[in-house]
């Protein structure tokens, strides 16, 4: 970062840091396709990552989330006539600072 004062003295200050995003796997368990069609489904799955505390799903613009206890989650999801695609995703940041 450069900036100038008031009085245009020039001052300069630079650090680092370094992000890095772990490969977390999310596996979903249920619903099942051999499920039978229901109007309210249980979205059941694992997290590979137990330092991992939530997850976020959305179907159609709507978000959900649900808590992650022992690498497991579940939630409720309301279904829509037709196709209904789910998304689940969760991040961890790994922020490393330089010295």
Do not use: W
Not at 17 to 35: F, L, N, Y
Not at 47 to 56: A, E, F, Q, T, W
């Amino acid at each position: 970062m450069t900036g100038t004062s008031p009085k245009y003295q020039q001052a300069n200050s630079s650090d680092t840091a370094e992000v890095g995003i772990d490969e977390i796997r999310i596996e979903i368990t249920s619903p099942k396709q051999s499920d039978p069609p229901a109007s309210v489904v249980t979205l059941a799955g694992t997290v590979n990552d137990l330092s991992i505390s939530k997850v976020m799903i959305t179907m159609f613009g709507a978000l959900f989330s649900a808590d992650i206890i022992q690498g497991q989650f579940s939630h409720p999801i309301p279904l829509s006539p037709g196709e209904n695609i789910i998304t689940v995703q969760s991040l961890k940041l790994k922020v490393s600072p330089s010295v």
